[in-house]
C-alpha cells in the first residue's frame, strides 16, 4: 500500500476527534533542531467544515481489537486497515511541517494487539522525532487505556499534550456501547496523567533541567447525542473533570452516523451542532466566567435553550440581580453581564480607575451593548431609550434568524402556500417591478 | 503656530522621512495640516522635506524612549501601508510626545484609534501569514510566495528564523516586490525585481498531493460549511495556498441551528417578537 493511501485510511478514521488545538506550551526554537511552539497555538489550515486544521491528525493504525459500536474502527466493521511504520510517520511529519502545512503531530491509535504493543509503537514514532530529527514542534499524543503507567510516562515526556478520551458521558451509555471498555480503565490514566503533571512541576522546581511531562497538560472528549444524556449531566461531568483532573480542555463532538445499529441514533440523524456549540458555550462559563453547572442548568431545565445563550438564559432568569452599576461593580459581576466578555470587563476595570463610564465609553471598551443595555447602570442610569420588559430583552437577545428559522414547520409536511414566508422589501420590489 | 497659512509637508515617501517630517515639524514649531508622498497632489502649499537618516534615528530613539509599544504601534502602523497612515502618524507622534507612554489607551482621540486599527490590521495579517503561507522545496531550499496589504516580512522573519534555523528560505513578497531570504543564522530583506522559479521537483510534488489529500479527507462531511471557512481564511490568501487549488465551494444546505423549541419556551412572547 502507498503512502497516499495510508494517509487517507488513517486520516480518515482520525478525524471524528475533535480536539486540533496547538495551544498549552510556550517554547522558542534550537539550533541544530526544528519547530518552536506557540502558547495560543496557531492554525495552519481550515477544512471545507470550517474546523481548524493544526496539526496532522492520524492514527497509528486503525486495526482495533475492540469493537465499540459508535466507532468506525471497530472489529466488526468491514473497512480498509492501514499502519504506518514509525519512520515513515515521523518523516512524513516532518516533511509537512517544514512547509508550515502544520503545526505539529496528534498522534492516536486504535488498540493494535494489547494497549502496551500500541503504546511501543507510539512511543517510537515520538522518540524518532524528537531524537533523530530533533523536531521542536508540537506533539499531541492519546493515551492508551489499559497500557503500563510506565509506558504512559514515557509518552508523557515526549509530547506536549496528553488526552484520553472519555467517550460517552455516562457509564450506563459507556457500558451499553463499548461493553468491553469500563469507566474506569479510562479514568485511570488520567488520574496518572494528572499526577505525573504535579509531580513534574515540584521537580521541575528543583532541578531545572528536569525532563517534562505534558508540559500542555491533558485533555479529553465526548461524543454528544449518540446517547440519551442529557446537557446537564454532560455539564456536571465537565465541571468534575476541571476540578478532579486538572483538564485544561473538554472537547465535544457531535456524534456523526457512521454505523448501522439499533442501540444508535439512525443514519440519517443530522449531527446536533447546536447542542454542541451550547455547551462549547457553557463550557467557557465554566472555565473564564466563574459559573457553576448547576447554575447554567438544573432538573427542571435538563437541556439548553435553543435560542438563548446559556449566559443570556441565567441573565434573563436571574433578572432580578440586574442592572448592575458599571462603575462599582466587582468584575465577578460585571462577567455575568451578557455582552461583556473576560476582555471587556478587565478594561472596564482599568477604565473606570480614571473616571466614571457612560455607555458611549463602554462601546469603545467593546462592550456588546445590544444584550449589556438591559442589564447596567451607566451612574445610576438605564440607557437611554432603553425599557426592561421580559419581552424587549428576549427580542433583543434572540437572533431574528434563529426565530425564523424555530417557527418555520420543520420537516412536516405541509400544503403549498403562496405567502410561506411574510413577503420581505426584496419581494415586494420584485413585484412592483415586474420581476416575479 | 494656528496663524500661519496651512501647509502640507512632502516627503521621500520612506519611514526615515516620514520621521524626519515630525523632527522638522518641531524644529520650525509648525503643524503640517497633511504630510505626502512626493507627487501627490494637493490644494496646499507644499514644504518639501529632505531625509536625513540622522534625524530620523533621533525622533526613532525618542519613540522608544517613550515606550516600547509606543514605537511598536510607529512601526506598524508604517508596516500597514493603509491611506493617510502618514497623517495619522504624524498626529498620534505628536500626542505621544505630549503625554507620554499612556498614548496607547487614549483610544477616544481619533489618531490614536486610527492608528490602534492600523497596528491592529497590520499584525493580523502578519499572523495570518504565519498561519496560512505555503512553502515548497527547491533543491533543498524553501520558496513561498505571498501576497500581503501590509509590510509583513519583519514578523515572518523573526518567527520563521526561530522556526526553521538550519533551513534555507526565500519569502517574496509579490505586492512589494521585497524577498526575504535566510540561510543559518542571517536573514535579510531586500528588494527583488521579480521571481521565476523552475518547476520543482518529483518530492515536492508527491508531498503537495499528500496535503491536499489529507486535506480533503480531514474535514467531516455532515459538517460541511464553507461560509465558516472563508471566515478563517478569507479567499484573497487561497491563491498561494497549496491545498486550495481547484477548492469549488457546493452548494450545500447547512444545517439550520434551531431544531426545534423547548416546551418550556414562552409562546406568547415569541408571537410577539416574531413580526
Known amino acids: 500500500m502507498d503512502l497516499l493511501e495510508k494517509l487517507t485510511i488513517l486520516a480518515d478514521a482520525a478525524k471524528y476527534d475533535a480536539a486540533c488545538t496547538s495551544s498549552g506550551v510556550s517554547r522558542s526554537g534550537r539550533k541544530g533542531g526544528i519547530g518552536n511552539c506557540a502558547a495560543a497555538g496557531i492554525c495552519h489550515s481550515f477544512s471545507a467544515d470550517g474546523r481548524c486544521i493544526s496539526l496532522l491528525k492520524v492514527l497509528m493504525t486503525n486495526s482495533c481489537i475492540y469493537d465499540c459500536k459508535y466507532c468506525v474502527n471497530r472489529r466488526s466493521n468491514d473497512c480498509r486497515r492501514a499502519a504506518f511504520s514509525p519512520r515513515e510517520l515521523a518523516e512524513l511529519t516532518i516533511q509537512f511541517y517544514r512547509r508550515n502545512y502544520i503545526e505539529g503531530l496528534f498522534l492516536s491509535s486504535a488498540v493494535l494487539k494489547n494497549p502496551d504493543y500500541t503504546c511501543e509503537r507510539m512511543i517510537e514514532v515520538l522518540a524518532l522525532l524528537r531524537g533523530e530529527y530533533r523536531f521542536n514542534g508540537y506533539i499531541h499524543a492519546k493515551a492508551i487505556p489499559g497500557a503500563d503507567p510506565l509506558l504512559l510516562y514515557r509518552l508523557g515526556t515526549l509530547c506536549d499534550r496528553m488526552s484520553v478520551n472519555i467517550e460517552l458521558p455516562s457509564q450506563k451509555s459507556l457500558h451499553l456501547l463499548c461493553p468491553e471498555k469500563r469507566k474506569e480503565d479510562i479514568l485511570k490514566p488520567m488520574g496518572f496523567i494528572r499526577d505525573g503533571i504535579q509531580e513534574n512541576t515540584s521537580e521541575l522546581v528543583r532541578y531545572h533541567h528536569a525532563p517534562k511531562f505534558a508540559p500542555a497538560g491533558q485533555s479529553t472528549q465526548m461524543i454528544i447525542g449518540a446517547t440519551p444524556d442529557t446537557d446537564l449531566q454532560i455539564l456536571r461531568l465537565t465541571q468534575a473533570m476541571y476540578q478532579k483532573y486538572r483538564l485544561k480542555r473538554v472537547f465535544y463532538s457531535a456524534y456523526m452516523p457512521v454505523q448501522a445499529d439499533s442501540l444508535l441514533p439512525t443514519l440519517d440523524t443530522k449531527p446536533p451542532l447546536l447542542r454542541e456549540h451550547r455547551l462549547y458555550q457553557a463550557d467557557w462559563l465554566l472555565r473564564f466566567y466563574g459559573f457553576q453547572a448547576e447554575e447554567l442548568l438544573d432538573e427542571a431545565h435538563q437541556n439548553f435553550h435553543p435560542l438563548l445563550d446559556p449566559k443570556c438564559n441565567w441573565a434573563v432568569q436571574h433578572i432580578d440581580q440586574f442592572p448592575v452599576e458599571v462603575n462599582s461593580a466587582p468584575y465577578e459581576i460585571l462577567l455575568r453581564v451578557p455582552g461583556i466578555g473576560v476582555k471587556s470587563a478587565k478594561r472596564i476595570l482599568s477604565a473606570r480607575r480614571a473616571g466614571p463610564l457612560g455607555f458611549e465609553g463602554l462601546k469603545k471598551i467593546g462592550v456588546v451593548l445590544k444584550r449589556a443595555q438591559f442589564f447596567l447602570l451607566c451612574n445610576g442610569k438605564l440607557m437611554e431609550g432603553v425599557s426592561v420588559t421580559p419581552t424587549a430583552v428576549l427580542r433583543a437577545l434572540v437572533s431574528q434568524q434563529d426565530l425564523e428559522r424555530a417557527t418555520l414547520p420543520q420537516g412536516a409536511p405541509e400544503q403549498l402556500s403562496l405567502f410561506d414566508r411574510p413577503p420581505q422589501k426584496e419581494d415586494v420590489i420584485q413585484c412592483l417591478t415586474g420581476q416575479l | ?275
Open chain 2, 1 to 275: 503656530m494656528s496663524d500661519r497659512t496651512a501647509l502640507a509637508y512632502t516627503f521621500d515617501g520612506s519611514f526615515g522621512g516620514l520621521l524626519c517630517c515630525v523632527f522638522e515639524s518641531y524644529m520650525r514649531k509648525e503643524e503640517p495640516v497633511d504630510i505626502l508622498p512626493e507627487g501627490e497632489p494637493t490644494f496646499y502649499p507644499c514644504h518639501q522635506i529632505h531625509t536625513d537618516l540622522a534625524q530620523a534615528k533621533r525622533v526613532w530613539k525618542s519613540l522608544v524612549h517613550i515606550s516600547r509599544e509606543t514605537a511598536g504601534w510607529v512601526s506598524a502602523g508604517w508596516a500597514s501601508c493603509s491611506a493617510g497612515r502618514e497623517r495619522s502618524l504624524y498626529q498620534f507622534i505628536r500626542l505621544a510626545y505630549q503625554y507620554g507612554a499612556q498614548v496607547t489607551s487614549m483610544f477616544a482621540e481619533p489618531a490614536v484609534d486610527q492608528v490602534f486599527r492600523m497596528v491592529r490590521s497590520q499584525r493580523n495579517e502578519a499572523h495570518l501569514y504565519m498561519e496560512l503561507l505555503r512553502f515548497s522545496d527547491y533543491k533543498g531550499s524553501l520558496v513561498s510566495v505571498i501576497s500581503p496589504k501590509c509590510l509583513v516580512l519583519q514578523q515572518l522573519a523573526r518567527h520563521f528564523a526561530d522556526r526553521f534555523p538550519e533551513e534555507r528560505f526565500l519569502i517574496y513578497d509579490e505586492t512589494h516586490r521585497q524577498g526575504l531570504f535566510y540561510q543559518p543564522y542571517q536573514w535579510t530583506i531586500q528588494t527583488v525585481d521579480g521571481l521565476e522559479l523552475n518547476q520543482p521537483g518529483e518530492e515536492e510534488y508527491l508531498f503537495r498531493s499528500l496535503w491536499q489529500r489529507y486535506y480533503n479527507t480531514i474535514s467531516i462531511e455532515g459538517r460541511y460549511n464553507p461560509k465558516c471557512r472563508q471566515t478563517h481564511c478569507p479567499k484573497r490568501f487561497w491563491k498561494h495556498m497549496t491545498e486550495m487549488e481547484g477548492v469549488t465551494i457546493q452548494e450545500g444546505s447547512v444545517e439550520p441551528p434551531i431544531q426545534s423549541l423547548p416546551s418550556s419556551f414562552p409562546k406568547a412572547i415569541l408571537k410577539e417578537i416574531h413580526p
